[in-house]
């Protein structure tokens, strides 16, 4: 055989050789060859995993060139125009609502940088499902958003492909595809619950198969092209799928294949089977039932339950569904066919739940177009499938994605989508697998009639609905439906729209609550969640989706035919659940998707499309059904918030909520209540009225009597109940959002009732106002933008940093104006979910009153003028104008000025506010006669007409009320005696208004309603209400009693205006000629009462007339049973009220004022620089003792030896020092990848190389006493200034101990926080107990002469420390030491050759006072010019620290012979060289850092040391300094000048004061040093560099720069130790004061300016044989090389202060570099990758593959870098963590985005920039160590960062 020589040969070769076979002109044998050759290659009985095949297929598709070549060949013929990358899941992409036309578009990033997008509306997203690049695609994005790459044309030149580059591809790979497909064939199992692993495991052997693919996908348009003929060829596929005859193999894997298609249709092959038989006659019973397809017309076919589920759960009869006619040749219900290669890959895609790598394979194909159209169509075709598919998957949340992540690419674009729709019928199918998916999870409604209702609705419990399994068939069909020419399609399909109706009213009625009466709930569902998603997603939205193209006049056919269908189902629904005309008790559902359907096309109706209303409105009883649930609704919410539904547990609030939230509310609430405003106008308002207090069940409560029974509610429950029916009818007469707003108009009023509640930022603002009527995602055409609305009502307020380290975000705030002339109280209380919102819109109200000096009282809401009604709308006013309304607000206006019970000042607001707004709402045509039909049935003579401007003076006399026997009206005398009064009495009774409010009227409508409706088959209907309720117990008996009124609701008015005036005669009777109305807009009740009484006397002028009768009769009324006791108790609480109101406030301004002085005095961690300048100076040391307060017991004493008192410290370790480099300049963040940082020139490297270098060469012992350490992981200590008692300490810790709630820190780590300031602390410093008397001998200088000095300090420190009696206070003393080691890591204290030695801890221990002094060096700006105490003296612990370390530090003794003293001040005879051979020299004393030594030689002479040896002590180590800068200053010189300046100071030798003449110890200094070539023999070529010359000003200049670090330690110490003032100066001027402060210099001369640094020298010895003996010690090193003397010698002292990295002013630099970048360590992209800002470290956070002994990376870095302190910026979430310690807290982001937010984790994407003043800060924080005080919220991190 031909194929066994070929497969021996080299696979290169063999390729080679074939192709030229192929290219000849008769290819016979070539194409039997490789056909042979590959059916033994491509052998699908071979396992998978074997690459080989792989291999082959490579070598034989190149045609003999390698396979990388054979790519970079295609690649350059791509003609592609559209990039097309496919990304998945986390991807990070971009989205530009400007470019884009579809709302999906998405650009990767590449396209989107090279793309032009400035000042455009995007933002930056993390792909959820994945995605695709439509950089190039013009039916998606405007092409002004294409990229460079992809604005030009590609296509046009490029150069044709040769014929034979692709020619092995096209006949190779239809045998490759076919390999794969049997591959997957053969290892599908039909799922049950093992097989789940195996589909994974087929799938990861195929994984190079398919990855192999996807590269071929990559290589651009004409590999693409080969792959859609393949794909889409049908003839291959009939070739090849079946497989030859004689294999049997392949007839096998065929018989697979079929019997996996057997049960792809909707409907399996067994269920037809079966129902044909049964020809089930269950399809006659329900008309209204639709039923899933029929096969032929005469067997209606039994839709599939799934094959799962059990049969025995399908209520009675299953709910079936009918397609219309037009779907009868749908193929949706048969099983699949396939003709194409194409075809079959999707379908196991699908069998396999869409595995990522096939979906991407599919999706890279993509740009090709003959490929994009066959794969929609093939998409569409599989839909059925794939939904059936979705449902049983396990994995329904990964296969949703994947299945949007195709379905958004094909459908998003509307040419496709209308090919789609017409051609394969896309609609029916996605409406008709919606209803089938529905099905499964259908069960009985128990709205109404529980026992006999037909309504089906859906199950929220079901898993289908609470894991949202629907979410890509809606989001697909919401997709489509927003293009146009489809939503048309859809509009004028009658049969559609019926099936979409009956889809919609499964929903109708779904998750129905029923209020517990008696116990809680056992179990809170929590199934509303699914309930109000469902309804958002599968209902409101597609509706907003069709409503967006019924704009204009031109669809009016379209909304017509919803209304139409949508009436029907209503009415069908109605049917169903045999609803009449009483909702039941205790029930309320939601959900009434069918009524908002309804509501929101009648508004684009009327509003749009200028269609009349009436025209498509259903006749009265319709209304009235229509009204009732929605009605039901808001009587509940009320409900719900007076506490009726408590048993039902915290769900049915959370329902409540959300109805009204802002994602929901236009889609819920506001329909429901236009729905209700709709009805309200076309109703008898009577009715309407009455139908509503009845709902609300406070019709009992309308009464004039004093007391009475309610049958429906506890008397809690009422007044509640009453403010939620007047505010309901509130709203719903003065609400305008769908009554003639427009879309500005809404916006506005949304955005200002939301800045009113708070102040709130840009994004919050976007979130809350809610997307329906006005899009806020790309501009509507003619509508104002939100931007341009925002800047007109609210003012920006720029972040701000408060000092409690709360960081405060930008925010919006409204306009003093908005405030005076748009807060809309009746919007704020629609919108609020939180009634405390309310409440706090009204605070920040009155607030701006008393600010603006308006009103300074509590004001009452204001009244808002409202939008004129559309005419459409006019009948809502005669709510306003009705006799029921005015007989409730005349009586409850009696109610409220009787003092009844149950009223509230609500009450009267929004009784006052019906009044107004029928003011301002007059009814245009008053034609009273038109209602005599309605008058004959309501004998009423409460009032004559129903205009209210009429009815407001119409004088009611006499009331008869249905009292209890108890109440006070009844115990009345007999009937009056005389006949006349007799008469009168009676003719009273006859007068005498029935206060008959509901039930009665109610009842007539009902009858005028049955009479004219005509039905035949009149159901008989439930008596009224007045049976249905029977109070519970017996009652006392009620009685009829007639109540004397003789008021009208305007005497009334002007009597509450006198009771809240509280004045008799509150309105004289010509109030109203000299009424100022201006200042009427603001105030309260008495501002309100004012305002109306004005309105009514301007509307009429008998009003105005009756108005002044009343004020004139201001005899002062005696409401009658004034004295009655409860009323009396009533005022006597008031009053009661009143004065503890004025306690409490006084009580709280002391409270105040108190926590403020507290709040001065303890609190000023916050900022260091303004500090109270206290010292502790002379104040506190005249004392005789220092007394310290105890802030646990509160006493107050000194601090002893047995019972020591100590101050409350936190000890941290710092590296801040050692981050200090020489330029001021911040290094910068790197940003590419040539960009690097250095850290060799850092303070701490400098230290450590300096280090290391000395003990190199001297001794060991000497080098840890000539340098300080702590420079990294140095202990800083602070302390907030209060002291405890040590043992009231420890029982302090032992009760934290116990109290395990305080998780913010670890007590076994002694932490603790301050028991007064609660500042965090993990110490207590011993104070040593000391006498105040004592130190003014230590200050009184004496004349000593210097020498006499010299020699007591050298006796001093030989006196060796004694060991300090056992006391409590040493113990302490021990314990801090300890402590103080253990807050640093073991590494920072070791550097000795032996650790542990007494040298190593003597190191450490001066080490930390030098480390203090400097951060606070640092801490004052680096200078002490400013002066003032130390960095607060009450809260520096320096003190104390010293006298610990001291004390601990003179048990070492300086042996005397090595003792730096003595070889500072005496010249020693020197050594022979006898003693080198032992031992390594001592460090030569000018290679010593003079600072350490003045630390050292404090620390180990007794304490209290007296201020001479102090001074005796800087002058000393001063001429030591000054020796060091001349030595340093002598290396900087060229050769020449050296030369010159030692001739020239040779001169000056012999003058008296040469031993101060810098010049004359120069010139001594060179000529020491060029003795031997030990220092200059270095600088041959390196100093001719420098060219400038040094004059001697210069010199000077850098010689007090060198010795001024030393003199402000020095400075900075006597601070300290002695308590001296810092003066403040000039920065020229800081050497000189230095040297007064210290004594250096006399006073006197610093007036003189005679300072210079040369004049302070004192030297005890002569000055030159001493330097010469220095000078010697370092000529003596023969073994150190020159420029290793040079180093140790030239020690530059300067630091600039610590800076973190400077960081670019664009975040997207950084993410866009760092967030694909691979960590240095694991090579890796990290998941969660963070930037130290102190070092520009990258690491991995939380990282498993960069951990080292359990602990990760950001943990150790911390560690490493800041001694564990770590600031971290997180990359992905544009946050910063702080690391501290074993803690951790998040300090928040420094980039902020233009309207000054945060975006946590990215989540907006918007572009973001550094916010300086939030960096500094942060570095503030950083530098002053007060992380652990500021940030609260800090956690454990358990080595996991």
């Known amino acids: ?208 198969q398919i990855s192999f693919l996807e590269e071929l996908t990559k290589m651009g348009g004409a590999m693409r092209t080969v792959l859609t003929k393949i794909l889409t060829n049908q003839q291959a596929f009939k070739e090849l799928s079946m497989g030859q005859e004689e294999n049997m193999f392949a007839k096998s894997n065929y018989d697979k294949y079929l019997s996996a298609l057997k049960n792809s249709g909707l409907v399996s092959m067994e269920e037809k089977a079966q129902s044909v038989a049964s020809d089930s006659p269950v399809g006659a019973e329900g008309g209204a039932d639709v039923l899933l397809g029929s096969t032929a017309p005469g067997s209606p076919d039994e839709a599939s339950k799934e094959e799962d589920q059990d049969a025995g759960q399908s209520v009675g009869q299953r709910k079936r569904v009918k397609l219309s006619s037009s779907t009868k040749d749908l193929c949706i219900i048969e099983s699949l066919k396939h003709k194409c290669f194409l075809e079959e890959l999707l379908f196991w895609t699908i069998k396999y739940e869409f595995p990522q790598k096939m979906v991407t394979f599919l999706l890279n194909m993509l740009p090709d177009q003959d490929y994009k159209i066959t794969f929609t169509k093939t998409f569409v075709q599989h839909y059925a499938f794939i939904m059936k598919t979705l449902m049983k998957s396990h994995e329904s949340d990964t296969m949703s994605n994947r299945i949007v992540h195709i379905s958004v690419q094909l459908f998003s674009n509307e040419e496709l989508a209308r090919h789609v729709t017409e051609e394969c019928q896309l609609l029916d199918i996605m409406v008709t697998v919606l209803l089938y998916m529905m099905e499964s999870c259908l069960i009985k409604s128990e709205l109404q009639d529980e026992e006999n209702s037909r309504h089906v609705v859906v199950n929220c419990s079901e898993a289908l609905l609470k894991n949202n399994t629907y979410w890509p068939l809606v989001s697909d069909f919401i997709n489509i439906l927003s293009h146009q020419s489809v939503a048309k399609k859809f509009l004028e399909d009658h049969s559609l729209l019926m099936l979409w109706m009956s889809f919609v009213s499964f929903f109708q009625g779904m998750n129905l609550n029923k209020r517990e009466l008696n116990e809680h709930v056992e179990f809170e569902s929590q199934t509303y969640y699914a309930a109000f998603a469902a309804e958002l997603e599968a209902c409101a939205q597609p509706m907003w989706g069709l409503l967006t193209h019924c704009k204009v006049k031109e669809t009016q056919e379209y909304t017509k035919t919803v209304v139409r269908y949508c009436l029907e189902t209503l009415q069908i629904w109605f049917d169903a659940i045999s609803f009449t005309d009483e909702p039941s008790p205790n029930q309320v559902t939601f959900h009434l998707p069918l009524h908002r359907y309804y509501a929101m096309f009648l508004s684009k109706a009327v509003k749009c499309q200028g269609l009349d209303l009436d025209s498509l409105l259903p006749d009265q009883e319709m209304l009235m059904k229509i009204m009732v649930h929605p009605l039901q609704i808001q009587a509940c919410l009320s409900e719900i918030h007076s506490n009726m539904w408590v048993r039902n547990g915290l769900q049915i609030k959370g329902q409540a909520m959300t109805y009204v939230q802002s994602h929901f509310c236009n889609s819920m609430i506001d329909p429901d209540i236009y729905l209700l405003q709709v009805c309200a106008s076309r109703l008898d308002p009577d009715y309407f009225i009455s139908s509503v207090f009845e709902r609300f069940k406070v019709v009992d409560l309308l009464t004039m009597a004093s007391q009475h029974q309610n049958a429906v509610l506890d008397s809690e429950q009422e007044r509640p109940m009453l403010e939620g029916a007047l505010t309901f009818l509130v709203i719903l007469t003065s609400l305008r959002i ?58 920006f307020k720029a972040p701000v940093f408060e000092p409690g380290g709360s960081m405060q975000q930008g925010m919006y705030t409204p306009k003093a104006e908005v405030w005076e002339k748009e807060f809309d109280p009746i919007m704020v209380v629609l919108r609020t979910v939180y009634r405390r919102d309310v409440q706090s819109a009204m605070d920040r109200y009155s607030a701006f009153l008393k600010q603006s000096g308006i009103h300074t009282g509590n004001p009452w809401p204001p009244y808002k003028e409202r939008t004129p009604l559309h005419p459409c709308y006019k009948g809502l006013i005669k709510l306003l104008h009705c006799k029921t309304l005015h007989i409730v607000i005349f009586t409850l206006l009696y109610k409220i000025w009787m003092d009844h019970q149950n009223m509230s000042e609500h009450v009267l607001c929004m009784v006052l506010y019906l009044i107004e707004l029928g003011l301002d709402n007059q009814v245009q045509d008053s034609k009273e006669d038109e209602e005599p039909c309605i008058e004959e049935h309501c004998h009423d003579s409460w009032f004559p007409g129903t205009n209210l401007i009429s009815n407001l003076h119409h004088i009611i006399n006499f009331v008869r009320v249905r009292v209890p026997e108890t109440a006070p009206e009844v115990k009345r005398e007999a009937p009056p005696s005389t006949s006349s009064e007799a008469s009168s009495y009676g003719q009273n009774l006859r007068e005498a208004q029935v206060f008959s409010l509901v039930a009665e009227r109610r009842r007539k409508f009902q009858e005028i309603i049955n ?133 409490q406030q006084k009580l709280l301004a002391e409270f105040a004022s108190r926590q403020k002085s507290f709040m001065e005095t303890a609190m000023d961690v916050e900022s260091p620089e303004t500090e109270a300048a206290m ?70 490297v400098a230290h450590d190389v300096r280090l290391t270098l000395l003990q190199r060469f001297f001794k060991d012992s000497s080098c ?141 221990m001066y080490s930390v006072a030098r480390t203090n002094l400097e951060l606070e060096l640092v801490h004052r700006g680096g200078n002490l010019c400013c002066g003032g105490a130390s960095a607060a003296a009450k809260r520096s612990c320096l003190n104390q620290l010293f006298h610990v370390l001291a004390m601990h530090m003179r048990l070492y003794s300086i042996d005397s012979a090595y003792n730096p003293w003595t070889k500072l001040t005496q010249l020693t005879p020197s050594k022979e060289a006898d003693s080198f051979d032992e031992e390594r020299p001592e460090v030569p004393m000018l290679f010593r850092d003079v600072p350490s030594l003045l630390v050292i030689f404090v620390l180990t002479m007794p304490q209290p040391l007296r201020k001479e040896h102090f001074t005796c002590v800087v002058k000393m180590l001063y001429n030591l300094q000054f020796i060091q800068a001349l030595a340093a200053l002598s290396t900087k010189l060229s050769p020449e000048e050296r030369q010159a300046w030692s001739s020239s100071g040779a001169n000056k030798k012999a003058a008296a004061n040469a031993d101060t003449s810098f010049e004359a110890l120069l010139s001594h200094v060179i000529s020491e040093f060029s003795k031997s070539n030990s220092i200059y023999a270095e600088d041959t070529e390196d100093t001719m560099l420098s060219t400038s010359v040094w004059s001697p000003q210069s010199i000077h200049f850098s010689l007090q720069q060198y010795c001024l670090p030393f003199l402000r330690l020095s400075c900075l110490l006597q601070h300290h130790l002695y308590g001296d003032n810092l003066t403040g100066c000039l920065e020229e001027e800081e050497f000189s ?62 630091w600039a202060a610590p800076r973190l990295l400077q960081l670019p002013a664009n975040y997207n630099i950084i993410f866009q570099y760092y967030h694909r970048k691979a960590c240095t360590a694991c090579k890796k992209v990290p998941k969660d990758p963070a930037l130290c800002l102190v070092c520009g470290a990258f690491v991995c956070l939380k990282g498993v593959c960069c951990k080292q002994q359990g602990i990760c990376e950001c943990v150790l870095h911390s560690q490493h870098c800041g001694a564990a302190t770590g600031i971290f910026l997180l990359i992905n979430a544009s946050v910063i963590i702080i690391i501290r310690g074993h803690r951790f807290c998040l300090w928040g982001s420094v980039y902020l985005d233009a309207h000054g937010e945060e975006d946590r984790d990215l989540r907006r994407g918007k572009p973001l920039f550094l916010c300086e003043e939030r960096y500094r800060v942060l570095e503030q924080q950083w530098v002053s160590h007060t992380f652990d005080h500021i940030n609260k919220r800090w956690g454990p991190h358990y080595n996991g960062l």
């Open 1 to 208: 055989m031909m194929a066994a020589s070929l497969l021996r040969r080299d696979k290169k070769a063999a390729a080679a050789h074939l192709k030229a076979d192929l290219n000849r002109t008769d290819n016979t044998s070539g194409l039997r060859q490789l056909q042979e050759l590959l059916d033994v290659v491509l052998n699908p009985e071979k396992p998978a995993t074997d690459t080989e095949a792989l291999d082959w297929c490579k070598c034989l598709i190149a045609g003999g060139e390698g396979f990388e070549e054979f790519c970079k060949t295609v690649r350059s013929y791509d003609n592609a125009t559209l990039c097309g990358l496919v990304w998945t899941a986390n991807f990070v992409a971009y989205r530009c609502r400007t470019c884009g036309i579809s709302p999906c578009m998405s650009l990767c990033a590449e396209c989107f940088n090279n793309g032009d997008h400035t000042s455009h509306d995007f933002n930056m997203f993390r792909s959820q499902a994945g995605g695709a690049c439509d950089c190039g695609d013009s039916n998606v994005m405007r092409e002004t958003g294409f990229c460079r790459r992809h604005r030009l044309r590609t296509g046009e030149n490029i150069p044709s492909i040769p014929r034979d580059l692709l020619l092995m591809s096209e006949l190779v790979l239809p045998r490759f595809i076919l390999c794969v497909i049997q591959y997957l064939r053969d290892g599908y199992t039909e799922p049950d619950t093992s097989a789940e692993r195996d589909l994974q495991k087929v799938l990861q052997q195929l994984e190079p």
């Open 1175 to 1244: 010292d502790l100076g002379a104040s506190e040391m005249m004392e005789s003792e220092v007394l310290y307060d105890c802030v646990i017991c509160g006493q107050s004493g000194p601090s002893t030896e047995d019972r020591p008192t100590g101050l409350v410290v936190l000890l941290q370790a710092s590296s801040v020092l050692g981050h200090r480099c020489k330029s001021e300049e911040a290094k910068k963040l790197p940003t590419c990848d040539e960009e690097h940082i250095y850290s060799a020139d850092t303070c701490a």
């Open 1633 to 1694: 004061s230095l040297a007064v402060c210290l004594g250096l210099v006399p006073a006197a001369s610093l007036a003189a300016n005679a300072v210079n640094s040369a004049s302070c020298l004192e030297w005890a010895v002569s000055a030159f044989p001493l330097v010469t003996q220095w000078c010697a010690e370092v000529n003596a090193l023969s073994q150190v090389q020159a420029e290793q003397s040079l180093t140790l010698l030239v020690q530059d002292p300067q």
């Open 1011 to 1143: 009479r004219s409706s005509s039905e035949a088959n009149q159901v008989v209907r439930p008596k009224s209400s007045s049976t249905r309720w029977v109070p519970p117990g017996t009652p006392p008996q009620l009685v009829t009693e007639i109540l004397e009124i003789r008021e009208s609701m305007l005497s009334l008015l002007v009597k509450l205006h006198q009771k809240l005036s509280s004045k008799q005669n509150s309105l004289s009777a010509s109030w109203l000629d000299n009424m100022d109305t201006s200042r009427h807009a603001h105030g309260d009740g008495i501002t309100a009462i004012e305002r109306i009484l004005a309105k009514a006397a301007m509307r009429s002028c008998q009003i105005k007339r009756s108005i002044q009768d009343i004020c004139g009769k201001v005899s002062p009324p005696v409401p009658p049973k004034k004295s009655s006791p409860t009323d009396k108790k009533a005022m006597d609480k008031e009053e009661r009220r009143q004065r503890a109101r004025e306690r």
């Open 738 to 795: 769908h009554l003639g707003m427009t879309d500005d108009e809404i916006l506005r009023a949304e955005m200002v009732s939301q800045l009113c509640m708070n102040d709130r930022t840009h994004s919050s603002l976007l979130d809350l106002i809610p997307e329906n009527p006005n899009p806020k995602s790309g501009i509507v055409p003619g509508s104002c933008s939100f931007e341009e609305v925002l800047s007109a009502v609210a003012d």
């Open 1264 to 1404: 840890l006493q000539s340098v300080s350490i702590g420079w990294d992981g140095g202990v800083y200590v602070q302390t907030c200034g209060h002291t405890l008692h040590i043992d009231c300490h420890k029982s302090y810790m032992e009760s934290l101990r116990n109290d395990q709630v305080l998780q913010g820190f670890s007590v076994d780590k002694g932490e603790f926080t301050c028991p007064l300031c609660r500042q965090f602390a993990n110490s207590v410093l011993p104070c040593r107990p000391g006498r105040g008397s004592e130190a003014g001998i230590w200050h009184t200088p004496t004349n000593k002469k210097i020498g006499v000095l010299i020699k007591e300090v050298g006796d001093l420190q030989e006196n060796l420390g004694l060991f300090p009696t056992e006391s409590n206070l040493s113990k302490e003393m021990e314990l801090v030491i300890k402590d103080i080691k253990n807050t640093t890591q073991k590494k920072y204290m070791d550097y000795g050759k032996n650790p542990g030695s007494p040298d190593n801890d003597f190191l450490f």
